[in-house]
């Protein structure tokens, strides 16, 4: 495959650092002669973008301020990338975070006020930047986001991001409602657990590896880059018959009981 998303822009949300499904996803696309721009929250995480971007001999990458938890920066983040692209054809939405101690336990422990951010930073902020995304896809596009299983079964330690990864996933199903008619396509991806620095969060997460791969199908763990051939499956011309899906990536995990 190659040049599957030439001429398209695509805004990318929530790389964190190499290792993220999101910068696999970023490369994928990139190779695919997309016209890639990323979101960044704080001077640090810029800083570690722009390395590793420049590590992959990647330049003059547009990188964009966003703090997805306040209305008016999404809105003016959306404003510069309508400055500077013009026309949008596909966010990947890569974005969650929850308090590492709510990662652990029991569910019923789970504090209000963790409950309120892990639901605001991990599912409202898909609804918010769809609200801003919209005006900008004026000839049609793709919304894709990141979930994972724990939103369908009670996985140990999951806790309240699988209740958030819950409503993301609901909420996918709602967007593609309301945008289809503009012709946009939303959907989520249901990726296996892969050892990104977030999932590192969750409490015993290499024996979830261990469970995973004795029991999977395809008996191995799913590669970032399978993630993002399917992300790129759908934000490409390949993808537009597919909305308010969400496609398990996993070795087959999912099916079995």
Known sequence: ??????????LIMGVANKWSIAWSISKKFIGEKANVTFTYFGEKSKA????????????????????VTKDEDIQ????????????????VHSIAFANKEELQGFYYNTSREGYLMAQDISSYSLVAV???????MTEGGSIVTLTYLGSERAIKNYNVMGVAKAALEA???YLAV?????????????????????AKGVKNFSALLKGFEEVAPMRRLVKTEEVANTALFLCSDLGTGVTGENIHVDCGYHIVG
């Open 1 to 10: 495959m190659s040049n599957l998303l030439k001429d398209k822009n695509i």
């Open 48 to 67: 570690n973008l722009e390395k590793f971007l420049k590590q992959e001999g990647i330049e003059n990458a547009t990188l964009i301020s966003c703090d």
């Open 76 to 91: 003016r983040a959306f404003e510069e990338l309508k400055d500077k692209m013009g026309v949008l054809h596909g966010v």
């Open 130 to 136: 769809s609200r801003y995304a919209k005006p900008l």
């Open 171 to 173: 909420s996918v199903r």
């Open 178 to 198: 309301d945008l289809g008619p503009s012709n946009i396509t939303v959907n989520s991806i249901s990726a296996g657990p892969i050892k990104t620095t977030s």
